[in-house]
């Protein structure tokens, strides 16, 4: 559930506000690395904060727990998603800006590469050395040659044939 601007900044005191004012888009885009990891950590420690006390209100209302201040487990809860989507909303511009920063990266590697290539010229090639002048030789196959006369080859399945077509008569 999405919470508007003016509800948030009401269920946190002027400190928290500004950080998580910070998370919202005008002011989340002049943030550098550094600032946008320290804010990441404060905005990491806040809702661990308030998770820890939502969990503790359940605990009491349960009676599994002694009472520790004053408040509501919707109140807190409240608070905390106030911070988990302020969390979210660093998370994703950290992101994009890795995203950003690493294609810049591929982008300079590759203008790199294209500058060597052009510079190193064509490739040279070899020359194709000897040749042959009339083509291939023929190679002489080293199977053993048949000792079957090349006419007497099919004669012995025919005499099979001739055989039983005489026994079918």
Request: glycine residues 4%.
């Amino acid at each position: 559930m999405s919470i508007n601007n003016r509800r948030e900044l009401s269920l946190l005191n002027h400190e928290e506000g500004e950080v998580v004012r910070a998370s919202h888009h005008p002011a989340i885009a002049q943030l550098d690395a550094k600032s946008l990891a320290e804010t990441r950590k404060r905005l990491r420690d806040m809702r661990d904060k308030e998770r820890t006390l939502a969990r503790q209100k359940v605990r009491e209302v349960r009676g599994k727990a002694e009472a520790r201040g004053s408040g509501t487990a919707e109140h807190l809860q409240e608070r905390k998603q106030v911070f988990a989507s302020a969390l979210r909303r660093v998370n994703k511009h950290a992101q994009r800006m890795h995203v950003e920063e690493a294609r810049a990266a591929h982008v300079e590697a590759s203008k790199k590469a294209l500058a060597m290539r052009r510079a190193a010229g064509a490739a040279a090639r070899p020359t194709p050395g000897k040749t042959a002048s009339e083509g291939m030789n023929p190679v002489e196959s080293k199977k053993t040659a048949s000792k079957v006369a090349p006419a007497k080859v099919g004669s012995v399945s025919q005499a099979t044939k001739n055989a039983q077509a005489k026994r079918d008569n």
